[in-house]
């Protein structure tokens, strides 16, 4: 499986932003997003089943962000509002095969988008 992730940019605080994961090869139970700060930890952002019958935000994001999936295709994305300067990161999807909330349970990876929120 590989996860190619992409949309990340700069962007206005308040603002919003959609990124996208298009995921190559075959698809698993779960995907989610996560992010890592300048000098921190990566986190948790938000995971969803496949079929989207459940989903799972951190609290620094909900009612903001939106995980989801295009139908049409294996497109993964998070609909970012109402974006503030502590977003700012480098967001990450991934997907493994089981229903997961940390960053070490999941097997695959896409490389990154920066997202620079400008206070």
């Known amino acids: 499986v590989q996860l190619q992730a992409s949309g990340g940019g700069l962007v206005q605080a308040g603002g919003s932003l959609t990124l996208s994961c298009v995921a190559s090869?075959?698809?698993?139970?779960?995907y989610a997003w996560f992010r890592q700060a300048p000098g921190k930890e990566r986190e948790f952002v938000a995971a969803?089943?496949?079929?989207?019958?459940?989903?799972e935000y951190a609290d620094s994001v909900k009612g903001r962000f939106a995980i989801g999936r295009d139908n049409r295709d294996n497109t993964m994305y998070l609909r970012m509002n109402s974006l503030k300067a502590e977003d700012t990161a480098v967001y990450y999807c991934?997907?493994?095969?089981?229903?997961?909330?940390?960053?070490?349970?999941?097997?695959?990876w896409g490389q990154g988008t920066l997202v620079t929120v400008s206070s």
């Open positions: 090869g075959p698809t698993f139970s779960a």
């Open positions: 969803s089943t496949w079929r989207g019958e459940k989903k």
């Open positions: 991934a997907t493994r095969a089981d229903w997961a909330l940390r960053s070490n349970d999941y097997t695959y």
